[in-house]
């Protein structure tokens, strides 16, 4: 198991246990087996602490749309509880803590970054520590909960500037020359994305566009990275235009 290392969670969000992020990393670490288990199914003492933590707690996690997924998961369901610690009960991210959109996301793309981190192929250690004990379905499943919701755009505590937001309009629909083609070439108009290769790139925190960018561009510094990739995109970009990017991208809806 690798070292825990929450990178930067939301120094706010706390889940119904009022246990912060990288405590529920820890804690997801050692007991993977209970945290499926729905209360009525779980015995002993843990679990009528469990079941009173569930019925005093409730009414802080009632997330409207929920209801209207198609998901086997609700918001109630452990494993959804777990990730709506840092992204947000409805799966809206957090701009504090870098942490990811998932709502509106692409069914695919998500089930299969979840695979890439339990994998190893996505470097996280957040993400791989959550992920190491998810079975296949529970990935599937968690992820059409969060592609299904529809929660409104988190506001970054400064909104960016006009001029940063205008440069990243421009970016995004019409490249740069030669250099870096349109964003929306192949993320789609308004950046709503196309099938599971393309995901949405509307309505992500600035920071976490800009440090996926980043590791885009690490990664194609290990070796020439193939024509038509985010890799190849991503290696011919300025850090202003990452920045550019990243601040117009936080402003649309998905
Ligand atoms: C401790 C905080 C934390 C918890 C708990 C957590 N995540 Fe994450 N998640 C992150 C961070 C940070 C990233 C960004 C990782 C990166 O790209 O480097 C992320 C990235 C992701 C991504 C990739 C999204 C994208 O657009 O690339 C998916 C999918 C995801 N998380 C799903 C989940 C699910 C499902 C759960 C619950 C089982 C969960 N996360 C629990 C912090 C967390
Ligand atoms: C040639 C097609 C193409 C173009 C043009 C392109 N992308 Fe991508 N992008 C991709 C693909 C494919 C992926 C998925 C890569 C993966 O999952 O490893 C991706 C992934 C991403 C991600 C990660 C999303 C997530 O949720 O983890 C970001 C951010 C991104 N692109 C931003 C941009 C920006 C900004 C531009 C314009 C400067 C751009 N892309 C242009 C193909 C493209």
């Known amino acids: 198991m690798p070292p825990i290392a929450p990178a930067k ?9 009022g246990r912060a992020p990288h405590q529920i990393v820890e804690s997801l670490s050692h007991s993977s087996q209970q945290r499926t288990k729905p209360a009525s199914q779980s015995c ?4 009528k602490a469990f079941a009173l933590a569930l019925m005093l707690t409730d009414a802080f996690l ?11 998961l609700d918001a109630h369901d452990g494993l959804v509880v777990t990730c709506a610690a840092c992204h947000g ?4 991210g957090s ?9 509106g996301q692409n069914t695919d793309y998500l089930a299969h970054a979840l695979s890439m981190f339990r994998d190893g192929t996505r470097a996280s250690p957040v993400m791989q520590s959550v992920a190491h004990n998810l079975s296949d379905s529970d990935m599937h499943e968690l992820a059409e909960y969060f592609a299904a919701q529809h929660s409104p755009l988190e506001q970054a505590a400064q909104a960016p500037q006009a001029a940063l937001i205008e440069a990243g309009r421009r970016l995004a629909e019409l490249g740069d020359g030669a250099n870096v083609a349109a964003c929306f070439g192949c993320h789609a108009i308004g950046g709503k ?8 790139i509307a309505g992500q925190p600035a920071i976490f566009t800009a440090e996926r960018l980043h590791e885009f561009q690490a990664r194609a510094k290990n070796g020439a990275a193939k024509p038509g990739t985010m890799t190849a995109v991503a290696a011919q970009m300025t850090d202003a235009q990452i920045e550019a990017a990243g601040a117009y ?5 998905r």
């Open 249 to 253: 991208l936080s402003t649309l809806s």
């Open 193 to 200: 994305g196309n099938g599971a290769r393309f995901p949405s």
């Open 9 to 17: 969670p939301s120094a706010t969000r706390r889940d119904r246990y």
């Open 44 to 47: 002993g003492v843990a679990g």
């Open 62 to 72: 009632t997330a409207p749309s929920a209801f209207a997924a198609p998901s086997a």
């Open 95 to 103: 701009s504090t803590g870098a942490i990811p959109r998932l709502a």
């Open 89 to 92: 009960a409805a799966g809206e």
